[in-house]
C-alpha cells in the first residue's frame, strides 16, 4: 500500500506544490501555445502562473530548469500537433500522448528533439507515411505507434535508430517489404503485426515470435513459413509444397486414429448401459464398481458405487426448484466431463426431457449425513434467492456417493472468458463487462454473507459463472463444512488467503481476500495460477504491489484493457480497492458489503440507468469523467 500513497503524495505534491524560481520558460510557452491550439478535455488545465513543472503530465529536471517528459494519455488532445510547440521542448526525454485522437502530419520540428527516449503515439489517428522527422531521432529507444492508421512503406532508415530497444507498429496499415530494421541487435521487443507488409522477413529479425508479424498481407519466412519460390508465370499458384503435402495426410491419419478411438469409446459406453433401469447409471454412471476396474476407459463418471436401497434411492429437491426428475432420470442422462476439482467432478447432464443440468460428484466428505442434509437445505435456502448466486437445486447422498445438482450456464466461466484462446483472434473482454462482472460476483458474495454468514470458500475465476450480458453469479459455495481438514481449503492457491493456509479454515475475511484476488485476475489478465507466480513463490497480489512499487507502469494492467480510452482512472480505483481486500491482516480487510459500495461508486452516475456508456466513447471526457492524471505508461529507463 505504501506504493499507492507514495503515487498520490507524488500527485498531489504537483498539483499543489507554489511556483518554482527558476521557472524554464522557453518550455512553459511552448507548452501553452500548444495546449491553446490543441483542443482538448476540459479537465487538463495547467495555470499559466505557476511554473510548468507542478503541471499535471509535466515532469522537470530536479533542478526545474527543463522539462524531461510530457505525458497526456487520454486526454481527449484532438487533431494534428501545431509546429513550434512539443518540437522546442529541447531536453524532451519522453512524450506520450497515447489514447488521444491526434491526427497528421507530425510537425517536422520533433527531428529537433534530440534527447528523445520514449515516444508513445499509439491509439491515435495519425496517418500518411511514417513520418520522417522520427528518423533522425538518435536517441529513441522506446517507439509506438501502433493502433493508427499509417500506410505506406517502412523507411530503411529505421536501421538507423540504434538505439531503438522497442518497436512497436502493429495494427497500422504498413505496406511493401520489412527492411532489416535491427542491424545492432539492440530492438528487444518488437511487433509489426497487422499491418500490408510482404516479401521475406530479414534475418535480424527471425528471432521474434511469430505473433510479432501475424496478420500481414504476404510476410514470409522464418518465424512465418519459409517463402516459396514464386510459381512461374502461367502455373497453378495453389500448388502445395511437398511439406504441406505431407503435412496434410500425416494430419489425415492422425484425425482418423482419433476418430476411430472415439467410435470405440463411445461403442464400449454404448454397452456398459445397462439394460434395466433402477440400477442403470448412463454415461459412466455405472451400475457397480467391478464393471469400473474392468471395462471402464475413463475414470471421469459420476459414480462409481452402488446405488443404495429402493427408498434412499432419491434425490432431494431444494426450495425454490423448479425441475421435476428422479434420479433414475439423471443417472440416465448424458453426461459430459465439465471440469474436475479438488473436491469432485463436475458433469453436464442432458436429460432425456432435454432439461440440462449441472451434477457435482462430491468426494471427501466427512460429515454424517445429518450435518450434510442440514447444510445442504441451508445452501438450498440462500442460494436460490439471489441472481448473482448459482441456484444449487437437488441434492443426492448415499455412503458411497454425493451428489449436488446446479443450474447450467451455457455461457461457461469468468475463466475461459479471460483466459480462453488468448492471442488467437479472441474478442477481448472490455472493461465495462469486467466492472459489470466484479459487481455481480460482489453482490452475490454479499447476499451469501449477510443474508446466512455463508463463506463461500472457493472463490475462484472458474467458480464464477455468466448469465446473458455478462451477469455473473458465483458457483461451488458454502462446501468447506463438508470437507475434511485434509481438503486444503480455499482449493487454489493462487486466490488462498496467507491465514487460510494456517488455521485451514475459511471466514467472510478470506473471501475478500480471495475476492481481491480476482479483482487483480480482472485488472491484469493474469491468473493467480500461473506457474510464474507458484514456483518463485510469487503470488498475484506480491507481483502486482513489486511492479507498483518500482514504477508506475502499464505493465500491471491487462493488454487488452491497453485498447480502451480513458479508464486508466477506473483501472487505478479498482487496482486500489482491489489492494485493499488483499492486506495481509484479516481485521485490515473491508467487508465484502463495504467492497461492493465502493465498487459501485466508482461507477455512479451511469449505473443508475443499468448502462454504461462504452469507454472508448470520447464524449465522456467532456462529462470531465478521465482527468489526465499520472500516465499509465512506461518509463523510460
Ligand atoms: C521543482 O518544482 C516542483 C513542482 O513545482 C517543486 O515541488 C520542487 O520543489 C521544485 N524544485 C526546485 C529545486 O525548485
Ligand atoms: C531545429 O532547431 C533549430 C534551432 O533552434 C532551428 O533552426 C530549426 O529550424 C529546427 N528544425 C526544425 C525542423 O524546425
Ligand atoms: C481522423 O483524422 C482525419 C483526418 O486525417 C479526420 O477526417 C477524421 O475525422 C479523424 N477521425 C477521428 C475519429 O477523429
Ligand atoms: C542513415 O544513415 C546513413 C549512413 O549513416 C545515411 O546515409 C542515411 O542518410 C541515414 N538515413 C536517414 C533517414 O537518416
Ligand atoms: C509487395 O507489395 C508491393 C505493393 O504494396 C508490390 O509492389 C511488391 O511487388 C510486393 N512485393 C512482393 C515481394 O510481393
Ligand atoms: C503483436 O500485436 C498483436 C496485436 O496487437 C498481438 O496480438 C500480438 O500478441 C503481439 N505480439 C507480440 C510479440 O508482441
Known sequence: MSAFSFFFTLLLLSLCSSPAL???????????????????????????????????GVLCDPSNSSVLSLRLPGAGLLGPIPPATLGRLSSLRVLSLRSNRISSPLPPDLSNLTHLRSLYLQHNNLSGGFPDSLLSLSALSHLDLSSNRFSGPLPSGLANLTKLTRLYLQDNDFSGSLPSIDVTGSITSLNVSNNALNGS????LSKFPSSAFAGNLALCGSPLPSCNPSPPPGTNSKKLSTAAIVGIIVGSVLAF???????????????????????????????????????????????????????????????????SFDLEDLLRASAEVLGKGSIGTSYKAVLEEGTTVVVKRVKEVVVGRKEFESQMEVLGRIGNRHENVLGLRAYYYSKAEKLLVSDYLPAGSLSVLLHGSRGSGRTPLDWDSRLKIAICTGRGLVHLHTSGKIAHGNIKSSNILLRADHVACVSDYGLNPLLGTATSPNRVAGYRAPEVVETRKVTLQSDVYSF??????????KSPNQVSFGEEGINLPRWVQSVVREEWTAE????????????????????????????IAPDQRPAMVEVVRMIEEMNRGEKNEGLRQSSDDPSRESEGQTPPTRPVDRISP
Open 257 to 323: 486414429l482419433l476418430l476411430l478411438v472415439i467410435l470405440l469409446l463411445c461403442l464400449g459406453k454404448w454397452k456398459r448401459r445397462p439394460v434395466q433401469p433402477p440400477k442403470a447409471v448412463a454415461a459412466g454412471v455405472r451400475s457397480n464398481p467391478s464393471a469400473e476396474a474392468g471395462t471402464s476407459s475413463s475414470k471421469d463418471d459420476i459414480t462409481g458405487g452402488s446405488v443404495e436401497a429402493a427408498e434412499r434411492n432419491k434425490l432431494v429437491f431444494l426450495e425454490g426448484g423448479v425441475y
Open 516 to 525: 481481491g484476488v480476482l479483482l487483480l485476475e480482472l485488472l491484469t489478465g
Open 201 to 204: 522477413i530479414p534475418d535480424t
Open 556 to 583: 500491471v494492467f491487462d493488454v487488452e484493457l491497453m485498447r480502451c480510452q480513458n479508464i486508466a482512472e477506473e483501472m487505478v480505483q479498482l487496482l486500489q480497492i482491489a489492494m485493499s481486500c488483499v492486506a
Open 22 to 56: 527558476s521557472a524554464p520558460s522557453l518550455d512553459k510557452q511552448s507548452l501553452l501555445a500548444f495546449l491553446s491550439s490543441v483542443p482538448h478535455s476540459s479537465r487538463l488545465r495547467w495555470d499559466p502562473s505557476f511554473s510548468p513543472c507542478s503541471w499535471v
